[in-house]
């Protein structure tokens, strides 16, 4: 079973229009400066993310799942962006396709064998357009956190 450090300081959202590469090096940053994850970890991210984007469209609705290599990762965590105004992201299913990403769950894992576990409890908590819109209408990262934190903790 994955077991990933999560909590409210590692949910952030983001009231203004923003860019894929804005959104990955804000949520990047909580990781670095609470020491989940090495320096390494926001470029290994953007790069990561240029060669194998991670958008996921369900419908109305669209996340992301940035990762990178587990030698930038110092301890197994996740963070959480919401965004108020989606930001367009390529997708994981056809990278020259995009889909307007309005969920982003940022992972920091060491184990690669968790990739695919976190990558189905994502997919779970996407799937749920009665949970999406309660996270997308979200007014405080706490708030955040007690609808996300059993689906994907």
């Not at 983001?14 to 860019?19: A, K, R, S, Y």
Request: aromatic share 8%; net charge negative.
């Amino acid at each position: 079973m994955v077991s990933l450090k999560f909590d409210e300081s590692l949910v952030k959202i983001f009231e203004q229009p923003l860019n894929r590469e804005k959104v990955e090096r804000d949520l990047a940053a909580k990781l670095v400066e609470q020491g989940y994850a090495k320096l390494s970890f926001t470029e290994a991210i953007l790069q990561r993310e240029l060669t194998y984007p991670t958008g996921l469209e369900f419908g109305s609705f669209a996340a992301a799942i940035p990762h990178c290599a587990p030698e930038n990762v110092n301890t197994p965590a996740l963070c959480v962006g919401v965004l108020k105004s989606p930001v367009t992201w390529g997708r994981m299913d056809d990278k020259n396709q995009t889909c307007q990403v309005s969920f982003v769950t940022m992972l920091a894992i060491i184990d690669p064998k968790d990739h695919l576990s976190m990558l189905q409890k994502v997919v779970g908590l996407i799937r749920d357009a009665d949970l999406t819109q309660r996270i997308l209408y979200a007014g405080d990262p706490a708030e955040v956190y007690g609808l996300v934190h059993d689906k994907l903790a």
